[in-house]
């Protein structure tokens, strides 16, 4: 569902775009309340063989870097450079990015939104934090936290400024709520000066947040080798 909200800017997501995921966690060393929560959990169950601790992170590891966001940034670059793809992408996003090879949990239904020169697409879950997993891998803490899931519907802008994007005012945010149903993907604008490259070389300009919607694609000059992994 589509929302076109911009109002007065409320409290900080508080999205931070650097996690540690370091094991180490001595007298010096201060998790929030959530992980220990969670790495506790995981202590006890190893203990009790119920998990293997190396499977887990080999599952881990898969959604973080071979599932996703790789895979996502291969369906944009081929929205890119082959139109009808795209208009099938448009029409059928869930079938498109099937036959790439990208189906799987919580990818079952899919739309694409494209980016405009007027229109910027923003993807958020309201509820809770459905997330394209097939195709952008695990989502990153900033999209489950309440406060951009309340703020990216009432005030999209002041979000995006937030996130370093700062739309011209006549850009129109169009803001999508995901579901258990349905699940988005936004395009980004293919970037300036790209002709001439091909599908990977364009994947590595897609990031996932460009995906979600709250950065552009990197344009060559300052893409950083890797961006679209």
Not at 2 to 23: I, K
Not at 79 to 92: I, T
Not at 139 to 162: C, H, I, M, Q, T
Request: charged share 20%.
């Amino acid at each position: 569902m589509p929302h076109d909200h911009e109002q007065n800017p409320g409290q900080n997501p508080g999205h931070d775009h650097g996690h540690d995921h370091g094991h180490d966690h001595g007298p010096d060393n201060h998790l929030d309340p959530m992980t220990a929560r969670v790495m506790a959990l995981e202590t006890i169950l190893t203990e009790k063989g119920l998990i293997d601790p190396a499977a887990l992170d080999a599952i881990i590891e898969t959604y973080v870097s071979k599932v996703g966001p790789r895979n996502g940034a291969r369906v944009v670059a081929r929205a890119w450079l082959e139109p009808d793809f795209a208009d099938w992408l448009r029409e059928d996003a869930t079938a498109a990015i099937t036959e790439m090879g990208y189906a799987g949990r919580q990818g079952e239904h899919m739309r694409a939104v494209f980016n405009t020169g007027d229109t910027h697409n923003l993807v958020v879950c309201t509820l809770c934090s459905c997330y394209p997993w097939s195709v952008l891998g695990l989502p990153p803490v900033w999209y489950k936290a309440p406060p951009y899931r309340a703020r990216a519907v009432s005030d999209p802008r002041g979000v995006l400024r937030e996130f370093g994007l700062d739309l011209p005012a006549a850009t129109r945010i169009r803001v999508w709520d995901s579901t258990a149903e349905l699940r988005y993907l936004v395009v980004p604008l293919r970037p300036e000066g790209t002709e001439g490259l091909g599908l990977e070389e364009l994947a590595d300009l897609v990031g996932r947040d460009a995906m979600i919607g709250t950065a552009l694609a990197a344009s060559p000059a300052t893409n950083v080798p890797g961006a679209g992994r």
